[in-house]
């Protein structure tokens, strides 16, 4: 069951968070108000009427539009088609055209209106996610909806593009529209939400007579005021710690090490400068930056998924320049992308079977010429128990699974091999606050049995607590490398590309 007797109520021009953990029902309720799927008890109310939602089509005429965690567009599509897309306004009669020029101005008066800037001729493709949210965002507004569900509208978005969403919830709010958030997020809720609605497990959890309780609305919502660890244990069940708890670090030998590594973007221009690094065991050496100062392409070029233009990467003293990303994971590395839908999982594959990925034809699993089927089911139980992935079986397909299981189904494969280095790229992108303190007692565990661990994060709250060492990219170069103890207005002003004498006196 993943609704369980729910009741929300949603008030004109307000911002009602949905907060839970991954795989708490937050999207199936939605969909369920969307028309993607049906509800066997209850009921909906639209102003006070009754309504069912067959489709999609029924809800948005009803005024309710969904921006989904995973967004619908066309790629290959521009922004007005993808707009358009479903509502086509036609010229000439039945068997017409499409009024593109129609098409465009109405996709511009919105995007003004709003504060939603996007190109109606660029295609989709080739525009960043935080513009993509805002053309699903436009598409939505263009057909005139009261209420907005955005479905984790900040999984993938880097930290300004979110403060740049939640801005646009707050105008939006101002002019009326009312909005459902679905997050897992609490810094977010508590600075954008009029009221929160907590689901675990598909049931809300916050009784009317909870201290925490809003005053005078609806059973079940909490105050935006509610301090965040108690929003936290609402949301797992349980007290959870925020702060990373790790000992001192005991860093050993010499793991990776890179040497005057230079490597080139998708577009041919400079995005890894001349870098030097080294990763030893028993530490974690964190790499901040605001996102796209190249450190996508420098674990890509570690992880043979980009050609370096030059320079050196050696693990244990043994070179991986040039190397497959099989070979380079043969080598004894583990990975854990920042994009897992993309790098990380195939979505059709089921559990079991995207746990061993990287192992399939290897004993036990399999060999050469086939795999072992029982061994694989017994190892995806164990994993499934150990790394609390929620899913009905292993045998599930992993794109049945929320944003949150598919990373642990990604961090438990990594983790459960024996592990030189480990690099973690967003490793707590898009999962909740018990699966993120999962995560990092994880990951300071690879470090404490002797593994490296290289740890990238936009999330700099992230990178203080797990990191022993933080390296500060910026425009492709290490700009200083400091500890996580310095202070975190330093550390920000690093990021943008400012070099204080604290910084030149550590480095």
């Known amino acids: 069951m993943a609704n369980d ?33 049906q509800p066997d008890e209850g009921e909906i109310l639209v102003d006070g009427e009754p309504k069912v939602f067959r489709s999609p089509r029924d809800a948005i005429a009803a005024g309710i539009g969904m921006v989904h965690q995973h967004f619908m567009l066309v790629p290959v599509f521009t922004v007005a088609e993808n707009i358009a897309l479903g509502a086509e306004e036609v010229r000439g009669g039945p068997l017409g055209w499409l009024d593109r020029r129609r098409n465009k101005r109405d996709v511009l008066e919105t995007s003004q ?32 909806v009261d209420l907005l569900i955005l479905d984790e509208p900040t999984a993938v978005l880097t930290p300004q593009e979110t403060d740049e969403l939640l801005a646009v919830m707050r105008s939006l709010a101002d002019t009326g529209k009312s909005i459902v958030f679905i997050t897992h997020k609490l810094r977010e809720v508590k600075a954008i939400a009029d009221r929160i609605t907590v689901i675990r497990r598909g049931r809300t959890v916050v009784p009317s007579n909870h201290p925490a309780a809003a005053p005078n609305r609806t059973k079940g ?121 993309l790098d990380g999982v195939v979505k059709d594959f089921t559990v079991a079977e995207n746990l061993v990925l990287d192992l399939y ?68 992108r898009g999962v909740d606050v018990g699966s ?9 565990h690879e470090r404490d049995v002797g593994t490296a661990v290289l ?28 500890s996580p103890d310095m202070p975190r207005e330093e550390i920000g002003l690093l990021m943008a590309g400012v070099v204080t004498q604290e910084a030149e006196d550590t480095e």
């Open 455 to 482: 740890v990238v994060s936009s999330e700099l709250d992230e990178v203080v607590g797990l990191a022993d060492r933080i390296a500060v990219m910026y425009r492709g170069r290490i700009l200083a490398i400091v």
């Open 113 to 144: 209106r709003y504060g939603l800037p996007v190109d109606p001729d660029a295609l989709v493709e080739n525009l960043p996610v935080g513009a993509q949210q805002r053309v699903e965002i436009v598409k939505a507004l263009t057909r005139d």
């Open 221 to 341: 919502s909490v105050s935006p005021d509610t301090p965040t660890d108690e929003l936290a244990a609402l949301m797992v069940g349980r007290d959870v710690s925020l702060e990373v708890e790790k000992t001192p670090a005991e860093p050993g030998r010499e793991v990776l090490k890179v040497s005057g590594l230079i490597v080139d973007d998708d577009r041919g221009v400079r995005a890894v400068d001349h870098v030097d690094l080294v990763v030893r065991s028993g530490e974690v050496l964190g790499i901040a930056g605001v996102q796209g100062n190249g450190q996508t392409e420098l674990v890509e070029a570690i992880m043979g998924l980009r050609e370096a233009r030059a320079g050196a990467i050696e693990l244990e003293e043994k070179s991986l320049t040039g190397r497959t990303t099989k070979q380079v994971l043969r080598a004894g590395v583990g990975y854990v992308p920042e994009d897992r839908s």
């Open 5 to 37: 007797h729910i009741d929300i109520t949603v008030e004109p021009g307000e911002v009602h968070a949905l907060l839970g953990e991954n795989g708490a029902g937050k999207s199936t309720l939605m969909n369920q108000l969307y028309g993607l799927l």
């Open 436 to 444: 993120i303190e999962f995560i990092h007692n994880q990951i300071i």
């Open 361 to 428: 034809d290897r004993a036990p699993f399999g060999n050469s010429f086939a795999l072992n089927p029982k061994a694989i089911a017994e190892s995806a139980r164990e994993r499934v128990s150990q790394f609390d992935i929620r899913t009905p079986s292993s045998q599930s397909t992993v794109g049945t699974l929320s944003g949150g299981n598919q990373q642990k189904v990604v961090v438990a494969r990594e983790m459960s091999r024996p592990l030189k280095l480990l690099i973690a790229a967003q490793p707590t």
